[in-house]
């Protein structure tokens, strides 16, 4: 794959658009400037002299601050071809046959494939959950291609782990291709590695923490190591609190972990969608995230994310799209168009859950639940420059007037002419300037095929006569 030299971290202005800024001090503003200076926001206003900065034209644009995801496995986008619907085709069995052959370069191949959708599509930072990591070079590989894409990720280093309503010897044939076992600790030798080879050339763009596996799916005598060894190492710490009804309801991770005293701030968890209201208070006392994924939840029929009843417990909420290949595609503007809609639905009131706190839940609160809302996360000055510039000018979007509900309502990917992360410009005039997309596409397609064929998987195609 080639990618492009980053562009660089110039003097701009962006003129005459319409600011969601996310900074309650500031609001929305129309026909507002923004200078971006070396990377930082230098300055928000009117007629701005910003003297020698190259000048972006804002007319029939709203300008937001970036979409910051709290939980994406990224590899797993290369396996959307061929996760299909049911037990045998779906998420999990996929995941299970196919997990265990991937090289490096297929991590290469799917990171480069969802991120280059994810950057386009407005998201610039991104909680990159790694949840398949074999080799110390998985993770080398997974993280040079954000570094070439320019992306701002919180990478949590994680090792394969088979999905607890799998029979034991099913998950022990899965992990003896390149998992951990539920008794076995996680490499924390390679995690330290990554952290000294990768932080100091990442321009503070990388954050690092481990995706644990927690009471559900490892033992305890594993998991209270991990959560010891990421502790020392300065680690946050990330696990599910998925599966069916059943299984959250079997194994109460969060009253286990309260017992045990390892609940804390440095923690997030992905779902929680049937923890107990003991659960909720508990999250809540030790102000500990939760990142729900409405896209995912509703494709696997896992139940609609309770968003408000979380927040109305005083647990921080953010979203997130967990994997493309489940929820099909990196579309923000989706997940908050279904989350606003599924608590409108539960509470029969339209206003449940109103587009402004759908678009925080997508913006400034991702930033909080990844400890990094002091760079990002809000158009604030005196932050990085993470922004994306979305075209109102669009069939889908005009006449718009009230910004926060064109977003949400109405905006699109394609929507979004313009991305920035730290000031640099990755997608402009809708196009993305670090990486050719049909060179992404054609390492995806090879790679998934020769994947398939090295596990002797037999893709449910459309030549093959579908889904077997
Ligand atoms: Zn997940």
Redesign the pocket.
């Known amino acids: 794959m080639v990618f492009n030299k980053p562009p660089r971290r110039g003097h701009y202005v962006i003129r005459g658009t319409t600011a969601l800024t996310m900074d309650p001090a500031l609001g929305e503003l129309a026909g507002a400037d923004l200078e971006i200076k070396n990377g930082e926001l230098v300055a928000i206003g009117s007629r701005l002299p910003a003297a020698g900065a190259e000048a972006i034209d804002g007319r029939y644009t709203i300008t937001m601050p970036g979409f910051v995801d709290s ?1 994406w ?1 990224v590899w797993g986008t290369l396996l959307r071809g061929v996760v299909g619907d049911g037990k045998r085709h779906g998420w999990f069995a996929t995941k299970g046959r196919l997990g265990g052959s991937f090289t490096s370069e297929d991590f290469a191949a799917g990171v480069a494939l969802g991120m280059a959708e994810g950057l386009a599509a407005g998201v610039t930072t991104v909680h990159d ?1 790694s ?1 398949n990591l074999m080799r110390y070079e998985d993770a080398e590989a997974n993280l040079e291609v954000h570094r070439r894409l320019g992306t701002r990720v919180h990478f949590s280093y994680s090792a394969p782990s088979a999905h607890p309503s799998m029979p034991m010897e099913k998950m022990r044939a899965i992990l003896e291709k390149g998992g951990v076992m539920p008794d076995e600790v996680m490499d924390f030798g390679n995690i330290r590695r990554v952290a000294d080879e990768r932080l100091p050339e990442s321009d503070g763009l990388l954050t690092l923490g481990v995706g644990v596996r927690g009471p559900a799916r490892s033992t305890p005598e594993v998991y209270r190591k991990e959560w010891a060894l990421a502790r020392e190492n300065g680690l946050t710490i990330s696990m ?1 609190c ?1 599966g069916t009804q059943a299984e959250v309801q079997r194994i109460r991770q969060v009253d286990i972990l309260h017992e045990e005293r390892l609940l804390g701030p440095d923690m997030l968890l ?2 929680c969608l049937y923890i107990s209201p003991r659960e909720r208070e508990r999250l809540a006392a030790n102000r500990i995230p939760v990142s729900m ?1 409405p896209l ?1 939840s509703l494709r696997l029929g896992m139940g609609a994310p309770p968003i408000n009843g979380h927040l109305a417990a005083g647990i921080p909420v953010s979203l997130s799209l ?2 493309t290949a489940i929820s099909a595609c990196a579309d923000v503007f989706q997940a908050m168009r279904v989350a606003v809609g599924l608590e409108a639905i539960a509470n029969l009131d339209a206003e449940a859950l109103s587009p402004r706190r759908a678009l925080e839940l997508a913006t400034i609160d991702g930033a909080r639940a990844l400890g990094l809302d002091h760079l990002v996360g809000s158009l604030s000055v005196g932050k990085r420059a993470d922004l994306i510039m979305v075209r109102t000018d669009a069939l889908n979007m005009a006449p718009a007037r009230d910004p926060a509900v064109a977003i949400v309502h109405s905006a699109q990917p394609a929507n979004v002419d313009t991305v920035m992360v730290d000031g640099r410009i990755l997608k402009r005039h809708g196009r993305l300037t670090t990486v050719d997309p049909s060179d992404v596409v054609e390492e995806a397609n090879a790679r998934l095929t020769a994947l398939c064929e090295r596990a002797g998987y037999r893709r449910p195609t459309v030549e093959n006569g579908g889904p077997a």
């Open positions: 939980h496995h959950w949840h599910h998925a992905a779902h994924s995912s967990d994997t």
